[in-house]
Every structure is written in structure tokens, then in C-alpha cells.
């Protein structure tokens, strides 16, 4: 798999509107590889670290100019898809910005941190990362701050865990280091926020109950497109594929000690450890894939066609081939959240 060549100077330069006319140049490319058969796991492998050089080199530049403070001491923090190295063709950033020392306490220091962040963001749209909707983002104070301010926010998400405060722990598990320099902060918070998660059982009833389950129906037959689907049917394949497995086996991953933070890397660790039967393990293994494919070739579609990508799949637009492998995806996450359910019950008070 090979993608169009991308110049650093863009990246520095994103007025020049050469960031766009790349992405759309990646979309061909991606839609013409599809169309002859190509799997994801090799696209996503070789895109990842385009992607983290777009994220480094945007970073640098939009900070290029900030005084007092050493951006060897600014830690870019990525959450979601980015720290997972699952990142598509139009990904947003989810990130949070660690700070290893005291920060000036100063009006200038601080506006201009923010305008670099601002700068930062507006880059990486043009190169496919839409803001994050949710706001998981270094200008907002929640996700901004030292190892102090971060590690008393946890434990303040820990002694008060209703469910908004847990799942701002769970976005954390799913957190890397983007950092320049070699010395960060971030593993040891992490490790911290891994092992409150890992000893609650009351966060881990959370997390599948109010979580994952709560975000797919019961019964596939509440999906308006099961059964007899019609032409104008639609599905999130984001939310009701891929989300539901990438959050389920990073609960179950957590809280059976893995440290990895990619969907792959934990599926393997629960199959080392005979976790789930290794058929279904295998049927999850498909779903992801097809999954991540399915959302690539739509967003690839939505990119040419001139609009920002969509999630919903048509199914009139689908092949006799996806249909079928849609509904038995469907199938596929159904039980795995019936499993996610039954590991994970409500602890006696």
C-alpha cells in the first residue's frame, strides 16, 4: 500500500491549501485500492505514521513561538483512534496537553498557548482531523494541565465515579504520549488511571453496562433494517460495529492487567489468555476490519463527492456480499455485549 507523497512544508505552510488537495489525492487512492480488494490492516498499518508526522510536525510549528517554557516540556497527548494507531482517513484528534513543569502564571504565556493550540487544530483540518465533537481537546481545562492537576482530577473522577466522571477515565486508557522528548509523564498516569479501573468492579459495571450496552438495542430486531431491510435503510457503522467492540475488549483488556492500547493488540492478549471461545474472538477479529473497511470506503466516497464524511451506510448502496456481512457483524456484537454483560455485573453494595 502506498500513498501520495506528503511534503513536510505543507504541514508548516497549511495556507498553501496543499493539505487538502492531498487528502483528496489519499481518498482516490484509497477508493481504487478497495475496488481491487485490499484489506484494511495493511492501509491502516501504513497510514498511522503519516498521520503522526502530519500531528508532530503541526504541533511543532503552531508552538514554534512560545517563550518560558521548553516544548520538551509540553506533552501532546492523544486519545481515541490516534492513540490506538487506528486512525482513517478522516479521524479527528482527540488530545490533551501534560505539562512536566509549572507554566508561567501570566496572561501572555497563557493566550499564547491557546492561539498555538488554535493554530493546531486549524491545521489538522486541512488534513483530514475534523474537531472533536466532544471537546476532548488541550484548549479545554479538563484535558489541559501538570501531573498534579491531571493525577488530582483522576482520583476526584475515582471518589465521585457517576457515570460522566467514569467515562472520563475510560477516554484516558485509551491515551499515548505523542511527546518530542524521551522523559514523559504520561505512562505513569496512565498506569494510575489503569489501576483503579482494573481493582473496580463498580467502574467496570459502568463501563459495560452504562457504556457499551446502553448504546446498542438489545435485540437486533429493534434495528430498523433487520429482518427486511428496504433500500433507504441506514446504519452507524461506527457506533453500532465498530464502537461496541473497540470498547469492549479495551474493558475487558484493562481489566485483565493488558497493557496494549491497539483493538488488535488486546484481542491477542484475550486469546493468550482463553478468554471468550476463540470462534467469536475470531468473528470479532472480522468485524473490526470490515468495520474500519466499510468506513474507509464511505469516507473515501464522501471526500470526492465534496462533503465531510458521513457514518451512515446505505443499504441499497451495499453489495450483496456486504449485506450479508453487516448483518452477521450486527450478530457478531450482539453476543459480545451479552458476554461484556454477564462478565461484568453490578457489584452487591
Not at 224 to 229: A, E, F, I
Amino acid at each position: 500500500m502506498e500513498f501520495p507523497e506528503l511534503e513536510e512544508h505543507w504541514v508548516s505552510h497549511p495556507e498553501s491549501g496543499a493539505g487538502r488537495a492531498w487528502l483528496l489525492s489519499v481518498a482516490r487512492t484509497t477508493e481504487t485500492y478497495f475496488q481491487a480488494g485490499g484489506q484494511a490492516g495493511p492501509w491502516m498499518q501504513e497510514f498511522q505514521a503519516i498521520r503522526q508526522r502530519i500531528v508532530k510536525t503541526a504541533w511543532k510549528t503552531a508552538m514554534a513561538d512560545l517563550k518560558d517554557v521548553s516544548l520538551d516540556h509540553i506533552d501532546l497527548v492523544a486519545f481515541g483512534s490516534s492513540a490506538r494507531a487506528e486512525d482513517l482517513l478522516y479521524s479527528d484528534l482527540d488530545h490533551g496537553v501534560l505539562l512536566s513543569t509549572s507554566p508561567p502564571q501570566n496572561f501572555s504565556w497563557q493566550e499564547a498557548v491557546t492561539q498555538g493550540m488554535r493554530r493546531f487544530a486549524r491545521t489538522l483540518m486541512e488534513f483530514g482531523f475534523p474537531p472533536c465533537h466532544g471537546y476532548v481537546m488541550g484548549l479545554n481545562d479538563r484535558w489541559f494541565g501538570t501531573q498534579q492537576q491531571w493525577l488530582e482530577r483522576v482520583e476526584r473522577y475515582a471518589s465521585f465515579p457517576d457515570w460522566e466522571q467514569t467515562r472520563y477515565l475510560l477516554i484516558m486508557l485509551d491515551g499515548r504520549s505523542l511527546s518530542l522528548s524521551s522523559c514523559s509523564d504520561w505512562p505513569s498516569l496512565w498506569e494510575r488511571v489503569a489501576a483503579i479501573v482494573q481493582k473496580s468492579a463498580f467502574l467496570q459495571w459502568e463501563a459495560a453496562h452504562l457504556g457499551i450496552a446502553a448504546t446498542i438495542p438489545s435485540r437486533l430486531s429493534e434495528l430498523s433494517w433487520t429482518g427486511k431491510p428496504r433500500q433507504g435503510d441506514v446504519l452507524d457503522i461506527k457506533e453500532r460495529v465498530l464502537v461496541p467492540i473497540i470498547h469492549s475488549l479495551r474493558l475487558w483488556g484493562v481489566a485483565e492487567g493488558c497493557k496494549d492500547l491497539s483493538s488488535e493488540a488486546r484481542l491477542a492478549f484475550l486469546r493468550g489468555r482463553e478468554i471468550l471461545h476463540p470462534s467469536l474472538l475470531d468473528w470479532i477479529e472480522v468485524a473490526l476490519h470490515d468495520g474500519w473497511r466499510l468506513r474507509l470506503q464511505q469516507q473515501a466516497t464522501c471526500l470526492l463527492a465534496g462533503r465531510n464524511p458521513e457514518e451512515l451506510l446505505r443499504w441499497g448502496e451495499l453489495s450483496a456480499a456486504d449485506q450479508i456481512a453487516v448483518l452477521r457483524h450486527l450478530d457478531t456484537v450482539q453476543e459480545l455485549v451479552r458476554q461484556v454483560k454477564r462478565k461484568f455485573r453490578k457489584p452487591r453494595s
